[in-house]
Every structure is written in C-alpha cells, then in structure tokens.
C-alpha cells in the first residue's frame, strides 16, 4: 500500500519549513494576488531568477485591478527576458476575469480558480491553499518528485493529488504545500544527489537507503525540432529595425528582429553587410539555429518599426545580439 507512509507527512514537514525556508518576497503577503503572480512566474523559470521580476511586477502593478488595465507593451518589458510570453497574456486575462466575473476578488475557490485564463489544477490548488487556507494540494513535477521516491512508486498529478489532499492539516493548509515544494526545491532536488542526509522524512523513505536516481520515472523524451533562420539585425544610426511577429505560434505577437529562414539572404537595397555571427536558441520544443547579419542600413525602411535598444521589448531570442 503506496500511501501508508504519507499520515506522517505533516508533522515531519510543518517544522522543517518552520526551520529551513527560505526568505522569498512572495511568502511575506500570501495574497491570492501575489501567489499566482509568483506561481506563473516560477512555470519554467528558477527562483533566483524570478524573485527581482516578481518586485518589480508587484511594485508596478501592486492590485489585480492594475495589472487588469495594464497597457500590453508595459507588460511585455516588466516580462522581457522571462520568456514563455503567453504567460503574462493568461495573468493578465485572469486578472480581467477577477475584475469582470468576480467583483475584483480572487474566489476561495479551488474549481472556480480553475476558470482563469492559464490557472490549471496545480496553480488553483497553490492559491486555494497558500492564500486562502484551504486542503488544496498543488502538485508538481516537484512533489511528485518527493512522493514517488518516498514510496517508490510511480504517482501521477491526480493519484497524488487525491493522496494528499486525505494528508491537510486543519489551520495549517497553506504551510503543508509551501513545505511539500520546499523540501522538492531545496532537499529532494531536481537535478543531482537529494540531500537525504538532511531529509526529515529521511527514516519514512524508500528511496533514501538507495535507488533515488530511478524515480519518478522518466518519460522518452522527444527530441527538439530544428529550425535555421536568418536574422537581420538593421542599424541606423542609434535604431534598429523591428516588427511584430504573427498572433499565432511561437513568441506569438511579439517584437522581433526581421527573419527569414535560412539559408535567405540580406536584401541588397538595405545596407551593407558589416557583419555575420551564429546564435542558438533554445525553446522547450524547438531550437532555432541563426545566421545574424548586422546590417547599416541606408535608410528607416518602412516596412519596419524603428525603436532605440531597449525601449520596445524584445525576447531573449533576439535581445542577445543587441549588445
Ligand atoms: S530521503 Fe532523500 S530521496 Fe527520500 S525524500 Fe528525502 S531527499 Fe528525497
């Protein structure tokens, strides 16, 4: 019976948090607000990273209601640089949601949080639980990490979700999550060795005497298609050349710098050639290999916008050959 050792999860796992987590902007007001600004900031993204862009979001857009009325491009620079762009798109629409359907208040609800816009089970239960108190679990690639290692055995989101919600303790709903993803994120790590050592459910583990590396099972992974483009990276004077990339597919609505695929060559009316570079990029399902000719451009063509470095956002993809 796979889930005999998950009763003693709490009382293992309340004081560990209370002990050993970390300092992290979003714990200090667990609103509904903050908690899904963070959790969709953390979809793909590290900590680390993410903790400046979520002070940074919340002290430009500090309600729901202001991130409702935002104007798109100021969106897309407080979000240059995170990547996976839909993201801010669905937080956005979610906070439009929370102004039009609900009152402008987050529902203490996990299945009515499930009706926002980029809000799956795992975020309804983060907010459902951190925020509002309730047994809600929030299951990731994280605690379905810890779990199947603890009972050596495959779970999958709704197994462990049916599995732990039996496990909340009344009054303490919110700190058992943040403590499940703690001890996935800081002991029972991703990548490498698990600190078992320094595990407090060290003694209730299967995994912990050995045989860790074989779970969770790991699915064959697809490899990544391969795309080649050119990019034409068009300077005149201090501007560059940009356009908006189509509403659909990949970075869909975003600025880029003008691309063909490869092997397209600069047209020759723009400029001359002053020089060619290779760039890689890599997206979760394709990588994009890239000839980048920097161009001095003979005049602002207008089949382009026309912006200084930094003052329209461009992706990662693209920012790179700016410097
Ligand atoms: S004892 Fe080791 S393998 Fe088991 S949950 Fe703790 S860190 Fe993970």
Redesign the pocket.
């Known amino acids: 019976m796979k889930e005999k050792e998950l009763p003693y999860l709490p009382e293992r796992l309340l004081p560990f948090f209370a002990d050993r987590a970390r300092d992290l902007p979003w714990r200090v007001n667990r609103t509904p607000y903050a908690v899904l600004v963070s959790e969709i900031m953390l979809q793909q993204t590290r900590v680390d990273t993410v903790i400046n862009y979520f002070n940074r979001f919340m002290t430009e857009l500090p309600e729901v209601r202001d991130l409702a009325e935002a104007p798109e491009e100021k969106l897309l620079h407080l979000w240059e640089g995170l990547g996976y762009y839909r993201r801010v798109r669905n937080l956005q629409a979610a906070a439009k949601m929370i102004m039009s359907d609900f009152g402008g208040k987050f529902p203490a609800d996990e299945t009515e949080l499930r009706k926002l816009p980029g809000v799956g089970d795992y975020t309804a239960g983060a907010i459902a639980s951190i925020a509002f108190g309730l047994p809600a679990p929030a299951v990731d690639g994280n605690v379905l990490r ?1 779990l199947s ?2 009972t050596c055995s495959s779970w999958d989101s709704d197994s462990a979700a049916a599995a732990l919600r039996k496990q909340y303790p009344a009054e303490r709903c919110s700190d058992f999550t943040e403590s499940l993803m703690e001890l996935g994120a800081t ?2 790590v991703p990548n490498g060795a ?3 050592g320094t ?1 407090p ?2 003694d209730l ?1 299967a ?2 005497a050995g045989g ?1 590396q074989f779970w969770p099972k790991k699915p064959d992974k697809k490899p990544r298609k391969r795309e080649d483009l050119s990019v034409f990276l068009l300077r005149f004077h201090d501007r560059i050349a940009c356009r908006k990339r189509p509403d659909t597919g990949l970075l869909a609505g975003l600025w880029e710098l003008p691309n063909l695929p490869a092997p397209a060559q600069p047209d020759p009316r723009w400029g001359n050639v002053i020089e060619t570079r290779k760039g890689k990029h890599i997206f979760t399902h394709v990588e994009w290999h890239m000839t980048v000719y920097t161009i001095e451009a003979a005049a602002e063509f207008p089949e382009f916008v026309w912006t200084v470095p930094g003052e329209l956002p461009l992706p990662t993809a693209f920012r790179k050959f700016l410097g």
């Open positions: 810890v290692r603890i002991v029972c698990p600190h078992c595990c459910v060290k583990c995994a912990s860790w």
